[in-house]
């Protein structure tokens, strides 16, 4: 008899937990999600376009947020001219519906990820600050997003704390709607 789905994910929360608390972070806890950010060498694009859009100083001193984080390359795979397209454009309101998407209020951890996939039978619902929905689910040992549209990426590096939230690094660009 094959045990139930939820001690399956319960054991891969668990060694899952160890991984991500495993690994390195070398951005401070003492600075926020803008700060950090600013400093990466992976997030130029994703910080520039913070930037573009004003919502930097939201990021700065307000919060918790969970802010999954589009890497350059996966900006890059995105659409290089779409994006320099929406931040060179006199209308922000697309490229911060954007940026909105990939933010969701409060701390969500990779753990509370996982326990909220377990109570849901290995999918979670998350609403963004643009307030649509993100589902999480598990494929392999990674947790992967997928928008409405059906466009998924995995989180690459989870739980990069900030003193006021949480950056996963993520190897797509999610989206609210067609774009």
Avoid: W
């Amino acid at each position: 008899m094959r045990p139930p789905l939820k001690y399956f994910l319960f054991f891969l929360l668990l060694s899952f937990s160890f991984t991500i608390n495993a690994q390195s972070n070398d951005l401070s806890k003492d600075k926020s999600i803008t700060q950090n950010t600013s400093e990466s060498d992976h997030h130029k694009i994703l910080i520039a376009a913070v930037k573009a859009t004003e919502m930097a100083e939201i990021l700065d001193c307000s919060g918790p947020f969970t802010v999954f984080a589009p890497s350059d390359a996966a900006f890059e795979k995105f659409s290089n001219t779409k994006i320099q397209e929406l931040m060179d454009s006199e209308d922000k309101s697309e490229l911060k519906s954007l940026l909105m998407y990939h933010i969701v209020a409060g701390n969500l951890t990779a753990s509370h990820i996982l326990k909220a996939m377990c109570r849901g039978s290995g999918k979670a619902s998350f609403t963004t600050i643009q307030g649509k929905k993100l589902i999480a689910h598990m494929e392999g040992y990674d947790i992967v997003l997928t928008d409405p549209i059906g466009n998924t990426a995995r989180i690459t590096a989870a739980d990069v704390n900030q003193k006021n939230g949480i950056i996963h690094e993520i190897d797509s660009v999610i989206l609210p709607t067609r774009m």
